[in-house]
């Protein structure tokens, strides 16, 4: 069996996680309008569609174009926060993942690797996964290389249902889950894609040995 797993809104509580960082903007009297203004405020990719990766050095640049602030130490405060990440992990994450060998499990997530990275890394969650992918494209491809020929059971978890959607229909062998927080930042609704839904982590667990 082969578990794959997103990390936002899955493992980790993201809705927290971001008003304590947004707080940190504040502090330094950075108005809650500019910082969301500029939050995902990048140039288009190639696809022409507005990114929707948080790049950290590209947000504080937009910002600055706005607003004088001492950038030095508010990126500071701001690597404190990273640094402490384990007490935004959802309390039902590490007793779902007691339940299955390092080699059944794998991490998939959207972002960049250096904020992303830090985020992952001191949740202290890295010695449950036998492979962590990090990456800004598409998931089926971070999927593939671990995918090996056979009748192995295959799942993937997430909180979107476009990203299940686009595993779905490349790799249609992998039972997909919805996982509908009530913490969480959206509110996606199953479509043909989503085999299941669960409301969380306990309920997924349920799933999966049911199925």
Same mark, same amino acid.
């Given at each position: ?18 008003? /304590?960082?947004?707080?940190? !903007? ?14 995902? *405020? ?21 910002? #600055?174009? *706005? ?15 990273? $640094? *402490? ?5 959802? $309390? ?8 299955? $060998? ?6 998939? #997530?959207?972002?960049?690797? *250096? ?14 996964? #036998? ?26 978890? /997430? /909180? ?35 085999? !299941? ?15």
């Amino acid at each position: 069996m082969k578990i794959f797993i997103d990390f936002d809104d899955v493992l980790f509580d993201t809705r927290r996680f971001r008003v /304590d960082f947004q707080d940190i !903007f504040s502090q330094f009297g950075i108005p809650d309008d500019i910082y969301t203004r500029n939050y995902y *405020n990048y140039p288009p990719n190639r696809q022409n569609s507005p990114k929707t990766i948080y790049i950290l050095e590209e947000h504080l640049k937009k910002i #600055s174009k *706005n607003i004088s602030f001492d950038k030095p130490a508010l990126k500071r405060k701001i690597q404190k926060l990273l $640094s *402490n990440t384990r007490k935004y992990v959802f $309390s039902d994450a590490e007793p779902f993942l007691h339940n299955f $060998s390092r080699q059944e499990l794998f991490l998939i #997530s959207h972002g960049k690797q *250096n904020f992303q990275g830090k985020k992952i890394k001191n949740t202290q969650l890295e010695k449950y996964f #036998s492979a962590i992918k990090i990456s800004d494209g598409q998931k089926s491809q971070d999927i593939c290389p671990w995918i090996e020929k056979g009748n192995e059971k295959k799942f993937f978890l /997430d /909180d979107r249902v476009h990203y299940l959607e686009e595993v779905k229909e490349c790799l249609p062998e992998i039972i997909t889950i919805l996982i509908q927080r009530p913490e969480g930042r959206y509110r996606d609704q199953r479509n043909r894609h989503c085999d !299941f839904t669960a409301k969380n982590l306990k309920a997924a667990l349920k799933i999966i040995h049911n199925s």
